[in-house]
């Protein structure tokens, strides 16, 4: 008999090991298979990455004292910090400051990142041997997490921040202990601050209290000051995030009246619910995944028994991912975008965490459909060279040395930010990774001289009366703000 019992727990140590150490085999797999190389050799390449990189640069270097990182030099209230605000930006800051900061280091970070998390997941629940067969065959098999593992995006810090969050509410409907309420409560503050609409993420607490659904008077007080919270919590970050001027939250606030305002809206929701149940709205996997979270959600909601009006209980479990799938679905749909893998990063690290907290609530059908839908949709991966093509595109390949961006230097005794901030109209890692610490990015298309940034960096010849050429060279041309001297009589 000891020895039986010796041997379940040596194979859930195994087991726990196995998948603590899945996301750095998952890199070396995907980089060897797709790159033939090494995952050192990951770059960033899209704008987010790029942008991402270099405020991480820039802030573990300098600390606040870098320059903008904005789109069309439109700044933050307070602060110089891009359209991701601070919240990413420190984690990965802390990560540079222990380990240093080089071009691979995002994907890197990312592991470590998610072993980290799985580690406290796992710790948490202290799952069955069952349970953990299945985390480990979802979590390899999950498509989103596949193809983002070696991009320089923050899609993995997501994932370890879902993972935790989910070990905690675990916990916490287990043993209800305040400790663990408190801490739920202040997690799900922090992460807000990584994408704002993680403060739907305490909504279940509210409804369940001492283990048990309870829906009266304390929990529509709860309600109402969660949703002052939320709003603070909006509020306080936008005023340390740089304005995105593509988005549809910039066009809709800037609506003329409220007619305009109720149409613009009205057309957004429209065009996003036909693009997220469209068979012909984006390439197969996304189209996938959106049907994935329709079918877990619709699943979830029945059987909660929600929809019963008499006396079946309430299947918690299912309501809980129910709960959470519908909020951020809607949001996702009325606030954000449903095209170009935007909903994609939102939504699937979310997915991930509903499936797998029911994997860990003994939900059978769940688990064992879910891996059985991964592995199809990893067959329809494999017939996708587009896709692949589109995450592996020059992530291998290291960057051009630019030393005319290279030799730019850091002004100590600037008296304005703009002073350590340099004007790009091509965002590529060309430009991006070979300018220094503390010089802080702006993309602008329309060069003027109306710009206030010392600096421009354009791939064309340009004509302006308040910047003069000081170099160039075979990718483009430097231009310095010229600074008007007084002459006092």
């Known amino acids: 008999m000891f020895r039986t019992l010796r041997s379940v727990y040596d194979s859930r140590i195994v087991l726990g090991l196995l998948i603590i150490a899945f996301p750095k085999i998952l890199i070396w797999v995907i980089a060897l298979l797709v790159a033939h190389t090494q995952p050192a050799y990951s770059v ?63 994907p890197s970070a990312n592991i470590f990142f998610l072993q980290i998390a799985y580690a406290l997941f796992l710790l948490l629940v202290l799952p069955t041997t069952k349970q953990l067969i299945h985390i480990f065959l979802f979590s390899v098999s999950f498509i989103p ?61 509210l409804f369940k209290r001492k283990t048990e659904f309870q829906l009266d008077r304390k929990f529509f007080f709860h309600l109402l000051l969660w949703f002052i919270s ?18 549809f939250l910039n066009e809709l606030f800037s609506s003329a009246g409220i007619g305009p305002f109720i149409s613009c809206f009205a057309l957004h929701f429209f065009h996003n619910v036909v693009n997220f149940i469209s068979p012909l709205s984006e390439n197969l996997i996304q189209v996938l995944e959106r049907y994935f979270i329709i079918f877990i959600m619709i699943y979830s909601l029945l059987k909660s028994n929600i929809l019963h009006h008499k006396t079946k209980k309430i299947e918690f479990d299912y309501f809980v991912v129910f709960l959470i799938l519908i909020l951020f679905v809607l949001i996702n749909i009325a606030a954000y975008d449903v095209f170009d893998w935007r909903d994609y990063r939102v939504l699937a690290p979310v997915l991930f965490g509903c499936i797998l907290f029911l994997i860990i609530n003994e939900k059978h059908f769940i688990s064992t459909s879910s891996i059985i839908i991964n592995v199809c949709v990893v067959n329809v991966l494999i017939f996708s060279p587009s896709v692949v093509e589109s995450f592996k595109a020059n992530r291998f390949a290291k960057p051009v040395e630019n030393k005319l961006l290279s030799e730019i230097r850091y002004d100590n005794q600037a008296t304005s930010k703009f002073d350590n901030t340099i004007v790009l109209n091509h965002f590529t890692a060309n430009e991006v990774l070979n300018i220094p610490a503390g010089i802080g990015v702006t993309y602008c298309e329309n060069l003027s001289d109306k710009l206030k940034s010392r600096f421009i960096f354009s791939d064309k010849e340009i004509k302006l009366s308040t910047y003069r050429m000081i170099n160039s ?8 703000k010229e600074v008007k001297k007084t002459i006092n009589y």
Not at 83 to 89: A, D, E, L, Q, R
């Open 44 to 106: 960033p390449v899209w704008s987010d990455e790029l942008s991402l990189w270099h405020e991480v640069l820039s802030f573990s270097h300098k600390g606040l004292d870098f320059g903008y990182y904005t789109i069309n030099e439109l700044v933050p209230t307070y602060l110089s910090f891009g359209t991701h605000g601070f919240g990413t930006v420190s984690v990965y800051a802390l990560f540079a400051k222990q380990f240093g900061w080089e071009i691979f280091s995002i």
């Open 230 to 247: 939320g709003v603070i919590l909006f509020v306080l970050n936008g005023l340390f995030v740089s304005p995105y001027p593509d988005s």
């Open 145 to 205: 997490l596949i193809l983002f593992c070696s991009t320089s995006m923050s899609e993995l810090l997501n994932y370890s921040v879902i993972l935790v969050y989910f070990g905690l509410l675990y916990r916490y409907f287990k043993q209800g202990w305040k400790l663990l309420f408190a801490a739920l409560a202040i997690f799900c503050v922090w992460i807000s601050f990584i994408r704002i609409i993680y403060i739907v993420l305490f909504l279940p607490v």
């Open 473 to 480: 060279n075979k990718y483009g041309y430097l231009y310095k």
